[in-house]
């Protein structure tokens, strides 16, 4: 059975502070996505990674793949308030979910 | 892009009563569906998978009797929970994937369930 392991799962930071996100696995995915999601909203995608190694930038956020497709990271740098919300890494055949990181930026 | 538009975005009903929430693909086939239910501040729990025209597969510890999926067209799926409990209270979510969306998935925006 494949899980995903999402580590922090709350973070509460000042604007400006950087962050980053983690998603493990002791099995091997195929590709993985993260997304995000404000309360009462279903999750928007922001990116899905399929090559290990691979890294992607989405303005400030940038996404990496371990070499052995067994996790993935979430970096946020100078985080605005506008990035508070629930961080979600998911993946796999039936599209499995780690725990999410509710993350909360504070002014 | 894909969209998936899930009915109703939200839905107060008496305990004991059976409600449907509906997800339709507007824009590609939706050969796969995904049920999810999540609870505030929590991640995403898979229910069950369904694939058009095929029974639902469920996860362990969900009740197929009592959540009825039914995918009988590859733009329409279906989720009925029935004889509600206020323990079924729940934000639930529909997931899509087809041909053409590639490794994404395009989710519905939710329906916030509360039994009364």
């Known amino acids: 059975t494949q899980l995903l392991e999402q580590s922090p799962q709350f973070l509460s930071i000042q604007e400006g502070e950087n962050l980053t996100v983690y998603c493990n696995s002791s099995s091997v995915f195929s590709s993985l996505q993260w997304y995000r999601q404000e309360p009462g909203e279903g999750p928007v995608l922001l990116v899905t990674v399929v090559t290990g190694g691979e890294v992607k930038k989405l303005k400030r956020l940038t996404f990496q793949f371990g070499d052995a497709r067994k996790d993935s990271s979430l970096h946020i740098t100078a985080a605005q308030p506008g990035d508070t919300g629930l961080y979600l890494c998911?993946?796999?055949?039936?599209?499995?979910f780690g725990q999410g990181t509710e993350l909360s930026v504070k002014p | 892009g894909a969209v998936v538009s899930q009915h109703p975005s939200w839905v107060i009903c008496k305990s004991g009563t059976s409600v449907k929430i509906e997800c339709r693909s507007l824009d590609f086939q939706a050969t796969t569906m995904f049920w999810y239910r999540q609870f505030p501040k929590q991640s995403l729990m898979l229910m069950a998978t369904s694939n058009e025209g095929s029974k639902a597969t469920y996860e362990q510890g969900v009740e197929k009797d009592k959540f009825l999926i039914n995918h009988a067209s590859l733009t329409l799926s279906t989720l009925t929970v029935t004889s509600a409990h206020p323990e079924d209270s729940s934000f639930y979510i529909c997931?899509?994937?087809?041909?053409?969306?590639?490794?994404?998935?395009?989710f519905g925006s939710g329906t916030r369930l509360t039994v009364v």
């Open positions: 997931s899509a994937s087809g041909q053409g969306l590639g490794y994404g998935y395009t």
């Open positions: 998911g993946g796999g055949g039936k599209l499995i």
